[in-house]
């Protein structure tokens, strides 16, 4: 297959104007100016989407595609109360509901534009929700226990249900790791017990970590509203928590969980340059989620000074329960934006160094890149196309800076991923979105007020 555009942005390497990537058998063969690609392979079959952009696709470093039913339903609250509000609904669902849930969520990232997704489940839906999406990525199994005589048998529980899941993909596309759920909601021999049973395994691991300031005050003087009614309301109000007097990054890397070889931390909001330090040492990854940080008024991440130390860091959405939509351009700009505004000392960032976030260095934060990330003949063939040509994206003077100010999700034309096109110009292939439409209704009623 020859897909032909305006722009081919490979990543790697400068962008190329009137060119093409050609797919065989799931791998980019080749990727070029598009007469000498016409010229070398004239038998191809071609798809040309004019004035638009084929680039890798997104690599979404935070999601939880099983709470895309929560969308809108908690939206004008701060970080714990919006966490005790979603919480308390959660059991309103069925199994049933969390899968079709997830399925929503798969649908949402396909269209856009997301290609590789670092999934956090404890219902394991979202393992079956991307394989048959046909999506790539790491899917979690979340833990939390605030109880230390349930350490072992949550953990037990754990390992089962990852080995389970393992059983469910088909390999390579689809990996499973553990994620500790967060500082406030593990124990700390929890963490103390997954750096044991991990070792020197590349078992991935994810964290929510460092992302709100009643996190970093609940570890560190012992009190916040997420050390006394959170605790109350999930039945571990009883156990005794005493202020640890350092940072949640320093919390949780004294029992050891950093250490281990393929670490993502999500959000690194709450950070000071120990922290930083400490995360670059033990070459952690970084999951920057602009946009669900800001609205749940977490805070500002610093990413220039991850950025500095060329630690792996990417972007996340989160999932539609606090960000409300998965749009990876309005991550990008909403992520672009912030930096620049709030934070210019740290740096002014251009829309191609917010390109390679969302892309090659997602797939470096997942160790992914050696896959994914960029087009480059040998990789797979996780590609998209956006379209360029609407009348709020022209004149298009470069591609980079029209990705990132002028796009949104719907402007995705394309989505392959493995060289599968799962979605076409408006046509879901492995999904159908739109007959899910009676099913949201239904659950939406549920959670609702
Ligand atoms: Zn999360």
Redesign the pocket.
């Given at each position: 297959m020859l897909l032909l555009a305006r722009y081919v942005l490979p990543v790697s390497g400068p962008h190329i104007e009137d060119g093409g990537v050609v797919v065989h058998d799931g791998s980019i063969v080749a990727v070029g100016p598009r007469s000498d690609l016409l010229a070398a392979y004239p038998d191809e079959e071609v798809a040309d989407y004019g004035l638009a952009a084929i680039m890798p696709g997104f690599v979404d470093l935070?999601t939880?595609l099983e709470y895309s039913i929560f969308r809108g339903v908690v939206d004008d609250l701060p970080y714990t109360q919006w966490k005790m509000e979603v919480h308390r609904r959660e059991s309103l669902l069925s199994e049933q509901d969390w899968a079709d849930s997830a399925r929503l969520g798969a649908a949402e990232a396909i269209r856009s534009g997301i290609t590789t997704i670092a999934d956090?489940t404890t219902s394991g839906v979202s393992v079956d929700a991307a394989r048959d999406a046909g999506l790539r990525g790491v899917i979690y199994r979340e833990i939390s226990t605030m109880d230390v005589d349930a350490v072992d048998a949550e953990l037990s529980a754990a390992f089962a249900d990852m080995e389970a899941w393992a059983g469910r993909v088909d390999g390579g596309r689809l990996l499973i790791g553990i994620a500790p759920h967060s500082p406030y909601t593990c124990h700390p021999r929890l963490f103390q017990a997954i750096a044991d049973a991990v070792g020197d395994a590349d078992t991935r691991v994810a964290i929510?970590l460092a992302g709100s300031r009643d996190e970093y005050d609940f570890v560190r003087y012992g009190s916040s509203p997420l050390g006394q009614d959170f605790r109350m309301q999930s039945g571990w109000g009883e156990e005794a928590w005493m202020p640890t007097g350092v940072s949640p990054v320093r919390y949780v890397y004294q029992w050891g969980v950093l250490d281990l070889k393929n670490v993502l931390a999500?959000h690194c909001v709450h950070v000071d340059d120990d922290d930083i330090a400490i995360l670059d040492r033990a070459d952690v990854s970084v999951a920057y989620c602009a946009r669900c940080n800001a609205k749940l008024g977490m805070g500002t991440a610093p990413l220039g000074a991850f950025m500095a130390r060329d630690m792996r860091v990417g972007i996340g959405t989160?999932?539609p329960a606090s960000n409300s939509t998965m749009d990876f351009f309005d991550e990008m700009r909403v992520g672009l934006l912030i930096q620049r505004g709030m934070r210019p000392d740290q740096g002014f960032y251009s829309s191609e160094t917010f390109v390679r976030l969302a892309t090659v260095d997602g797939a470096r934060a997942l160790h992914l890149d050696h896959l994914v990330g960029t087009l480059e003949p040998g990789k797979r063939a996780d590609i998209i196309a956006v379209d360029l040509s609407h009348s709020y994206q022209v004149p298009t003077q470069n591609p980079y800076s029209a990705l990132v100010h002028t796009s949104n999700q719907e402007d995705v034309l394309m989505t392959m991923v493995d060289g599968r096109v799962l979605y076409d110009r408006g046509r879901f292939v492995t999904l159908d979105p739109e007959s899910m439409r009676e099913r949201i209704e239904e659950m939406r009623l549920k959670v609702r007020d």
């Open positions: 935070h939880h956090v929510h999500v989160d999932s």
